[in-house]
């Protein structure tokens, strides 16, 4: 599950860079706005959701549907009627939110003109709250300054915390820190105030906490769930080919053994290929609400890739140690589960996890491009002589 996660946040990113290299271009979908650049300064007036990506984002205007904005450098005046999402390096939000507001950057500030009529999730290095919140507030940050007026509850973990002289919580403040603190009166009264010291395992539970609504790192059993779901999915998909291609299975399975270094090169020249495909597309113009499309056929690909770079190792190490040449499908359903199973321990290891499952989905995305590219320039099978006999070496 790990390894689908990571691939998936991966290309995401990606996918929002890449499209982000030329000159600010912009679409529509419906009601949905779509804008992408290096640096964009662009004034909004949409009735739909609007989505930006860019290297460097200035933003005015307004938007009746939510807005979605990724960037190095984000800067957000734009009123929102509904949702605001922000994702950047450095994230600067000076704009009305209607509704919810939830921020993520290395530097993160909102100041006293972004007012959040919602709840307002932010998690950062450096977070500053300057803006008023009319709900509930959650920090996650290491240098957190809380300097508004906060109608309901606030939730901070942080390192260093500290006050401004505008800083007022209504509802009830729950803070964590590795040592307790003295919060001012004028920021909420003593029965109102909740410390929680950080310590080892107290981390991973306050940041479940601090991002009920945003996603949390999971719990052990969660964890246990999802693999589980995953091993379970990743057994489907192997019956699937076993069942219906197992010959092109079998030939792709062959290719990886009988040529690991150049399927590793393949898999190089495939995915690039892939990630490829998304600038070109977004270029285009009437493309750009392709993308996603484009995107997810890369997580389709990448989790193929991975599954029959499992499959085609564990067959030759089965192969290698004595079994049989041509197992019963169940034998390599087996085979497939003690892969994944295998490859899902080593994520435990610090990048040697991560160098084995990107070795497996090269290995097996080169093997499918090395299909694919058989298929179009076809085989030329057997050479023969005029006689048409096959050619002797």
């Known amino acids: 599950m790990s390894n689908f996660t990571h691939a998936l946040a991966v290309i995401m990113t990606f996918g929002l860079s890449t499209a982000a290299l030329a000159d600010t271009v912009s679409t529509r979908n419906g009601k949905d706005a779509f804008f992408a650049g290096s640096q964009i300064s662009q004034a909004v007036d949409t009735v739909g959701d609007t989505f930006l990506a860019g290297r460097s984002v200035k933003l005015h205007g307004a938007t009746q549907g939510d807005l979605h904005v990724s960037g190095l450098d984000v800067s957000i005046s734009a009123d929102v009627v509904e949702d605001l999402?922000?994702?950047?390096?450095?994230?600067?939000?000076?704009?009305?939110?209607?509704?919810?507001?939830?921020?993520?950057?290395?530097?993160?500030?909102?100041?006293?003109?972004?007012?959040?009529?919602?709840?307002?999730?932010?998690?950062?290095?450096?977070?500053?709250?300057?803006?008023?919140?009319?709900?509930?507030?959650?920090?996650?940050?290491?240098?957190?300054?809380?300097?508004?007026?906060?109608?309901?509850?606030?939730?901070?973990?942080?390192?260093?915390?500290?006050?401004?002289?505008?800083?007022?919580?209504?509802?009830?403040?729950?803070?964590?820190?590795?040592?307790?603190?003295?919060?001012?009166?004028?920021?909420?009264?003593?029965?109102?105030?909740?410390?929680?010291?950080?310590?080892?395992?107290?981390v991973w539970a306050e940041w479940q906490e601090v991002g009920k609504d945003m996603p949390a790192l999971p719990t052990f059993m969660s964890m246990m769930f999802g693999f589980s779901i995953s091993l379970l999915f990743f057994l489907a998909l192997g019956a699937l080919m076993l069942g219906f291609m197992p010959k092109r299975l079998s030939k792709m399975r062959r290719s990886i053994a009988e040529a690991p270094g150049q399927t590793l090169i393949l898999g190089v020249i495939g995915l690039s290929i892939l990630f490829g495909m998304i600038p070109i597309v977004a270029l285009t113009l009437i493309g750009l609400p392709f993308v996603p499309i484009v995107l997810l056929a890369i997580v389709v690909v990448w989790t193929l890739g991975y599954a029959l770079g499992a499959y085609s190792?564990?067959?030759?190490?089965?192969?290698?140690?004595?079994?049989?040449?041509?197992?019963?499908?169940?034998?390599?359903?087996?085979?497939?589960?003690?892969?994944?199973?295998?490859?899902?321990?080593?994520?435990?290891?610090?990048?040697?996890?991560?160098?084995?499952?990107?070795?497996?989905?090269?290995?097996?995305?080169?093997?499918?491009?090395?299909?694919?590219?058989?298929?179009?320039?076809?085989?030329p099978g057997v050479a023969l002589d005029v006689d048409m006999k096959p050619i002797k070496d």
């Open 313 to 379: 190792v564990a067959m030759r190490l089965w192969s290698g140690l004595g079994g049989a040449a041509e197992p019963s499908n169940i034998a390599r359903l087996l085979v497939l589960a003690a892969a994944i199973i295998l490859v899902a321990l080593l994520n435990f290891i610090p990048f040697v996890g991560w160098v084995a499952n990107y070795t497996l989905v090269l290995l097996g995305i080169g093997a499918m491009t090395r299909a694919v590219f058989q298929s179009m320039l076809g085989n």
């Open 85 to 202: 999402y922000a994702l950047g390096g450095t994230v600067i939000i000076r704009g009305a939110i209607a509704e919810d507001l939830s921020a993520a950057a290395f530097s993160l500030r909102t100041e006293n003109s972004s007012v959040t009529q919602g709840n307002a999730r932010l998690m950062g290095n450096s977070v500053t709250v300057e803006g008023p919140v009319a709900g509930a507030l959650s920090v996650m940050g290491r240098d957190v300054i809380l300097n508004a007026p906060i109608a309901g509850d606030v939730r901070i973990l942080a390192q260093t915390l500290s006050f401004g002289p505008d800083a007022v919580v209504s509802g009830s403040l729950t803070y964590s820190l590795e040592e307790k603190m003295v919060v001012p009166g004028r920021v909420a009264a003593a029965d109102r105030v909740v410390f929680e010291k950080v310590s080892g395992g107290r």
